[in-house]
């Protein structure tokens, strides 16, 4: 077994690292993508440099940037020893740009490319990443930050993206630690790891000023990490959900959960003195709180905060019509440790837990395990649907449709607010529901990647 790895015991050194560079993407100029091997110094500078997957030899990828409606036109360039795809998560695209490997594209080959070319109908926060063999090849790095811009953006001093991660490595080695596929993580909580950080440094560190007013764009990279943040030297609001504006600001009162490959657009104002350290602190394993992005503050931006922002632009097609007269659906989350499969249909037959976990498999979606030839619903194009999820597991799922954004349906019957992928609890039945407006074949799975690898696969489709 690998030897255990906190942050606490493994960040003895302390060493700034500079956030993500952002690189302008020009609309008519087609560029290259290049996934790759290379080396990144992860960890504290006293250990060896981690070998890793990268776009473009970084980690995480270059902030791409382009405004809303734009154009993104991108030629993946696979130096890999291994095929690949690219998902734009949360991003309301043509369905044979969703980078899908085995639904929507084939991966690409080692050696080969495949040009990526949508509109942006979105402002707000989202992300790119592989989608062949996630599991690992997220978790070995190939992750990177996409940024929507509104036409009317918010007044703030400085955009930030912050791009939450963490890594398993071997603490002898700092590399990481394999297998990826290994039965514990894929029956249990996922593939976890004992190192934590943002924008590719287990220290990351962001300089503030005195009442400085920041965009703070979170991101949860994590393969299966549910991160509770908290504001420390910071007042702020929440501004937007998975990149869908909030119809109001919402004061940050208490802790933020980000779950995997979930968003959170934050304006918040520095109100930690000069000389004193702002910064975002997050719920460790032993109920502390401990930093995790530093914000030493130095000079003053202005001589007071300034009054409450106002609300982010709408996007278009945000409203969800239509609830009483919609198709309901129902999928009941089953299996992994402590509760297991009786018996779920898999590759065509029906097997008994036992016989599925031996072909790898721990995980049910409404009795399927993994992929089909025929979708979990057919629907039609602009109804109204409410799906229910029923998580009869022990352990959370963060469930992502793609194509698509939805609303919580609350008890009382009102809606929450928008978006592509929602934390769903043991035992806590909740229900969403959408219009399905964006044609094609589309993933519905859990975002803790390795229960995604290990059966939490489904897809629907619009037509």
């Not at 779950?259 to 109100?271: E, F, G, K, S, T």
């Not at 995980?363 to 057919?378: D, H, I, N, S, Y």
């Not at 008890?411 to 769903?424: H, V």
């Not at 969403?432 to 489709?461: Q, R, Y």
Request: contains cysteine.
């Amino acid at each position: 077994m690998t030897p255990n790895l906190t942050r606490r015991g493994f960040c003895t050194a302390m060493a700034g690292a500079s956030a993500a560079l952002a690189l302008p993407v020009s609309a008519s100029s087609p560029m290259p993508l290049t996934a790759r091997t290379a080396k990144a110094q992860i960890a504290p500078p006293q250990y060896a440099m981690t070998d890793v997957w990268s776009y473009d030899g970084k980690i995480p990828g270059s902030i791409l940037r382009l405004p809303q409606g734009g154009r993104m036109t991108r030629r993946l360039v696979n130096e890999l020893p291994v095929p690949t795809s690219i998902h734009w998560h949360g991003i309301r695209i043509d369905n044979a740009m969703d980078g899908v490997a085995g639904l929507t594209q084939d991966a690409v080959p080692s050696g080969e490319i495949f040009d990526y070319d949508f509109t942006t109908p979105d402002a707000g926060t989202y992300w790119y990443h592989a989608h062949t063999n996630s599991m690992e090849q997220v978790a070995r790095g190939l992750a990177g930050p996409l940024i929507v811009e509104e036409q009317d953006p918010p007044d703030v001093d400085r955009d930030e993206v912050i791009l939450f991660d963490d890594w398993l490595l071997n603490p002898e080695t700092a590399q990481f630690a394999e297998p990826f596929n290994h039965p514990m993580m894929l029956s249990h909580a996922g593939h976890i790891g004992n190192l934590l950080g943002a924008n590719g440094t287990f220290d990351p560190v962001l300089p503030a000023r005195r009442h400085e007013r920041l965009r703070l764009r979170l991101i949860n990279a994590a393969n299966a990490r549910i991160f509770d943040l908290r504001l420390h030297g910071l007042s702020g609001w929440t501004v937007a959900l998975d990149g869908m504006p909030l119809e109001s600001p919402e004061p940050v009162d208490g802790a933020i959960t980000l779950a995997p490959a979930q968003r959170v657009d934050l304006i918040v104002d520095v109100i930690a003195d000069t000389g004193e350290e702002a910064g975002l602190l997050h719920l460790a394993n032993d109920d502390s709180w401990q930093v995790l992005v530093r914000m030493p503050v130095t000079g003053k931006a202005a001589a007071h905060t300034r009054a409450a922002p106002v609300a982010l632009p709408p996007n278009p097609r945000m409203e969800v019509p239509g609830l009483d007269a919609a198709q309901r659906l129902e999928m009941t989350m089953e299996g992994g440790a402590m509760r297991g499969i009786i018996s779920a249909s898999y590759q065509g037959r029906d097997m008994g837990g036992r016989e599925l976990m031996q072909n790898g498999q721990f995980w049910a979606l409404a009795g399927q395990v993994g992929m089909t030839e025929t979708p979990f619903a057919r629907l039609n194009m602009g109804e109204t649907v409410r799906l229910k999820l029923i998580n009869n597991t022990v352990f959370a799922h963060a469930m992502h449709l793609h194509g698509m954004h939805f609303r919580q349906v609350r008890a009382n019957g009102s809606l929450g607010p928008m978006r592509d992928t929602i934390l769903s609890l043991p035992n806590q039945p909740l229900e969403i529901a959408f219009v399905a407006d964006n044609p094609g074949k589309w993933l519905l799975h859990c975002h803790m990647l390795a229960h995604a690898a290990s059966g939490m696969n489904t897809w629907i489709e619009v037509a």
